[in-house]
């Protein structure tokens, strides 16, 4: 079993930075790869980013590509999403979500356990 909790949301203004953070706790954090998902309302679930196990291979959704980064701390149990030159059209619910395996998946039925969510509101 695997918890996630992530923070790091918030309000802010089209153009401005945030860093999402996902907190893992329970079995081997290293032996997963770990994914950023979005949501909202009324809209089906959105791959954004995806890390593997050791850090050194990322997926992006080219919605976000080159103003996303995903990253991930093993010794900290922590994966990131640095967000950047944010969008309105970045507002949704952002969840992390753990795949167990080494390897990448930008297929949400492929993970097996998810947060709860951090809510990222970007006003125009």
């Known amino acids: 079993q695997v918890q996630l909790v992530e923070s790091g949301g918030g309000w802010v203004q089209a153009g401005d930075s945030l860093r999402l953070s996902c907190a893992a706790s329970g079995r081997t954090f290293s032996n997963y790869a770990m994914g950023w998902f979005r949501q909202v309302p009324a809209k089906e679930r959105e791959f954004v980013a995806t890390i593997n196990w050791k850090g050194g291979i990322t997926r992006y959704a080219d919605s976000v590509k080159g103003r996303f980064t995903i990253s991930r701390d093993n010794a900290k149990h922590t994966v990131y999403l640095q967000m950047d030159s944010l969008k309105p059209e970045d507002t949704a619910v952002y969840y992390c979500?753990?795949?167990?395996?080494?390897?990448?998946?930008?297929?949400?039925?492929?993970?097996?356990?998810w947060g709860q969510g951090t809510q990222v509101t970007v006003s125009s």
């Open positions: 979500a753990a795949l167990d395996s080494s390897w990448t998946s930008i297929n949400g039925y492929d993970y097996k356990y």
